[in-house]
């Protein structure tokens, strides 16, 4: 069965410091998701890429943040000086068509991000 | 201000007592009502989509149902295996983005 993978599974990082989480989406889906729950709240969303450009973000998504398709299979969040407050748990998801009408979103096992 | 609230935030159940979790959702524009089981350390899993109020799905002992306000998750005759945190989440077009609730965190005794 496909599914997303999402790498590292763990990454522990000093605040100030570049970041870079990995994802593989399903490989025939064509919309992209970053979504981040900080522990004990609730997942939040961040962003959403089509066609090699974001479609939608959150007022989360601020200008530390970038998203990129680098090639035909990854997909990255990039938190360019990360903070405390960065620390949570990353998950990507991906869908054939825009999630919705039954268009279900499939999200990876997540990356726990730790800012130190 | 779109808004998603789900009650309540812990259920415990006797395995076979069947109950409803609620969210109710404050979403202008309303695209669709989805609900994701999540298991400890693992990503959402997709349940459901609704997208018009009256609508309902069923998926084994899951039944989800949405109105204009508020959407229930009905679970009859729970087993342990469905302990799980349930989410729900509103996508909105004003907003272009989903919305999630906090969840309701389900445990089953057997």
């Known amino acids: 069965e496909p599914e997303v993978t999402q790498t590292p599974s763990h990454q522990v990082t000093q605040m100030g410091q570049e970041v870079i989480l990995r994802c593989v989406p399903i490989?025939?889906?064509?919309?992209f998701y970053w979504y981040r729950q900080i522990l004990g709240q609730k997942v939040e969303f961040l962003v959403s890429f089509y066609n090699n450009e974001i479609s939608e973000k959150s007022e989360i998504f601020d200008d530390q943040f970038s998203v990129e398709r680098p090639d035909g299979s990854n997909f990255t969040l990039k938190i360019r000086s990360t903070k405390l407050e960065d620390s949570a748990m990353y998950f990507c998801a991906s869908s054939f068509p825009r999630a919705g009408a039954d268009n279900e979103q499939f999200f990876g096992p997540g990356t726990r991000l730790t800012v130190l | 201000e779109d808004q998603v609230t789900q009650s309540p935030e812990a259920l415990r159940l006797q395995e076979g007592e069947s109950s409803s979790l609620n969210c109710s959702y404050t979403v202008s524009g309303l695209r669709g009502l989805f609900w994701y089981r999540q298991d400890p350390g693992k990503g959402p899993e997709f349940l459901f989509t609704?997208?018009?109020a009256g609508e309902e799905k069923e998926k084994e002992r899951l039944k989800a149902t949405l109105t204009k306000k508020e959407s229930f998750l009905h679970i009859t005759a729970p087993k342990p295996e469905d302990s799980a945190t349930y989410l729900c989440?509103?996508?909105?077009?004003?907003?272009?983005?989903?919305?999630f609730g906090t969840g309701t965190s389900l445990t089953v005794i057997p």
């Open positions: 490989s025939n889906h064509l919309y």
């Open positions: 609704l997208y018009s």
């Open positions: 989440a509103a996508d909105s077009n004003t907003g272009n983005q989903f919305y």
